[in-house]
């Protein structure tokens, strides 16, 4: 293995040739450039495959950085990092911040930001990440990119603001909506006419029999909503307000019902304790991180 790169290979690291700008297609105001190189030659595999290889991806060995990671690579086989893509583990779970080609053989230093708030973990320092099974959200990539050209078109490293990073995470939103439709409900006519004991309670007086499980539900529409806004005080202090709505557009959802055919309240519904069934509600809390 070679010693530990700091510096990010480019594009041309990898190519046999000089790319050249052919002549410009116009339409108007805009004019697109096509480039010419030589024929492809980088064989590479992603990082899961390359982690499957023997590639590793750890905290920097003499104190983690949260923004910066080393890359392993002891294959034979370059190994390709995706930008937006997370690693698991170790200290705290990052995101590359650019796409970089580790080549077979060499170890790389690489900028990342942090997108796993409240962890810092020192006793999983030697850990190595693993992949994950999502990457970053479009927006959350969308940022990171602008830091970086930002980063670049100033002259210094690309890499994304890890205060951006987090004031990106902290304002998003999330949400779930549940659905449930034609849930069937156990039902009877509600009498023993021929004292026979239970399971006799489905003769009606005319001497037809009550369907097994034949009331039906009515739909179940249900919108939870949760919304979180951090902001940093200062050093790791921070504070989070939480708002919280559940049932959001207060749907009407039951669960339980009168069943019983003899009951002059039959197919109403039953006040139901559970969550899943009640009015809107709405939560505030705050959350204090040191």
């Not at 594009?11 to 052919?22: E, S, T």
């Not at 959200?137 to 970086?148: C, D, G, I, S, T």
């Not at 980063?151 to 890890?162: I, K, S, T």
């Not at 037809?208 to 790791?236: C, K, M, P, W, Y």
Request: charged residues 20%; neutral net charge; hydrophobic residues 40%.
């Amino acid at each position: 293995m070679s010693a530990i790169e700091s510096t990010l290979p480019t594009l041309a690291d990898f190519l046999a040739a000089p790319l050249r700008a052919g002549d410009p297609d116009v339409h108007g105001a805009l004019a697109v450039f096509p480039l010419f190189g030589p024929p492809p030659v980088a064989d590479y595999v992603a990082f899961a495959d390359g982690a499957a290889r023997g590639l590793l991806v750890k905290e920097l060995e003499n104190g983690a950085s949260v923004s910066d990671l080393v890359v392993l690579n002891p294959t034979d086989v370059n190994v390709l990092l995706y930008e937006g893509e997370e690693v698991l583990g170790a200290q705290q779970n990052r995101t590359f911040d650019v796409s970089v080609l580790v080549a077979a053989g060499r170890s790389l230093r690489v900028p990342v930001s942090c997108v796993e708030h409240g962890r810092w973990d020192g006793k999983r320092h030697a850990e190595p990440f693993a992949p994950a099974p999502q990457a970053a959200y479009p927006a959350l990539r969308r940022a990171k990119n602008e830091q970086a050209r930002t980063q670049v078109a100033a002259g210094g490293e690309a890499r994304a603001a890890q205060g951006a990073v987090w004031a990106e995470v902290a304002a998003k939103a999330s949400g779930r909506y549940f659905f449930g439709a034609g849930q069937r409900f156990s039902n009877s006519y509600g009498g023993d006419l021929r004292q026979c004991g239970q399971g006799c309670d489905r003769l009606r007086p005319d001497g037809t029999i009550v369907a097994r499980n034949s009331f039906i539900g009515e739909t179940i529409h249900r919108v939870d909503l949760r919304l979180q806004q951090r902001i940093r005080v200062g050093g790791r202090v921070a504070l989070a307000g939480i708002l919280e709505a559940f049932n959001l557009f207060n749907h009407e959802n039951y669960g339980t019902y009168e069943t019983r055919e003899s009951n002059a309240a039959y197919g109403l519904p039953i006040p139901n304790p559970s969550l899943v069934y009640q009015p809107r509600m709405l939560q505030l809390g705050f959350r204090a991180t040191f």
